[in-house]
């Protein structure tokens, strides 16, 4: 949301797995701007994951407005049999070109924002993103695919067609890759038993608002949900340092605050000292929606890789890609995140040429 706001990026592209719905498939619209109450970067969007956060306001309220344009898009695995090799390549002469520049690709690969006021895109992959609640308005329906494609790559050619349409729009674009879009966990799963995470999700669950609700309707709801995120944050703050069975009585005696008795009473059973901080993390993950979890295997991983090669040979060469692990905070598999880097690498290699790499996660960096 910050590099929105700045003004740097206006058009998103989110391709996402079969095992991350969070969001529907379409085009979604909303505002991003400085709240004139709080002075804070809020939104437009009446999605559940800005209403279950206490992001939303109405527009008037929102000063230095930038729209962004939301385009969620499906990506499914191909199967190895019908990968672009076989089905040959499309002539370079029909893809689309972008008009960049070496101080935009330098200012980009140095990690700086992009200079200018341009119109930013972003195609993302990635598994996590916002929760759509009432955005009746979907993308057009894909093209028809042509008869000498596969039926399995039909769906690729397709995206491929829209993604060009979003990124005609600017003279720009990052390729921002996930690791957790080809394999992810949900880590709290581990953490806690099935009890306790059931727990969490009662007491951070988010009384969504009705589906025609008005823009009164829509402010309760952000503001009761505000002031149930307050009262929780507290509770396990005043946990963290001293978590007595008064100081547990205390909270549950608030109102939703009830399973809080249970939950602490099986932690400490388990737990010479609960992270209590952790723990309230973890509910946050809790409000509407569980988070992905599907460990991939070796088959669903190279399917989603052949599908991106697809995809990417057919698109304009980004400005700059980006790579994030998700590995420190275990959302992609620890067991399986060097591969999965290594299968993304020679991916990228095999489509872009020599790659200049910056292993930002490592001690020192280093270039491939």
Known sequence: MPAVYAGHISQVVWLHPPWAQQISEGKHHFLIGKDISTTTIRVTGTDHYFLSDGLYVPADQLENQKSLNLHVILISPTEASNSEEENGEVASAKRLKLNTDDKASSAFASSSVAPGDLDHSTPSLKKKEVQNASAPNKAETLSECSASSSLSECPIRDVVKDVCQVLQKGDAYILDIDLDFFSVKNPFKEMYTQTEYELLQELYNFKKP?????????????????????????????????????????????????????????????????????????????????????????????????????????????????????????????????TIQEKVLNLLGSVYGTLDVHLDYASTASSL
């Open 210 to 338: 009705h589906r025609n609700a008005t823009e009164e309707g829509l402010l309760d709801c952000v503001e009761n949900r505000v002031h149930q995120l307050e009262d929780l944050e507290a509770a396990f703050a005043d946990l963290c340092d001293n978590d007595d069975e008064e100081t547990v009585q205390k909270w549950a005696s608030y109102p939703g605050m009830k399973p809080l008795v249970q939950l602490v009473h099986s932690l400490k059973t388990r737990m010479e000292s609960p992270d209590y901080e952790m723990v309230h993390q973890a509910g946050l993950t809790c409000d509407y929606m569980e988070l992905p979890h599907h460990v991939s295997t070796e088959e669903e991983i190279e399917g989603l890789i052949e599908s991106i090669k697809v995809l990417l040979k057919d698109m304009p060469k980004p400005t700059l890609v980006t790579v994030a692990r998700s590995s420190l905070d275990d959302y992609c598999p620890s067991e399986q995140v060097e």
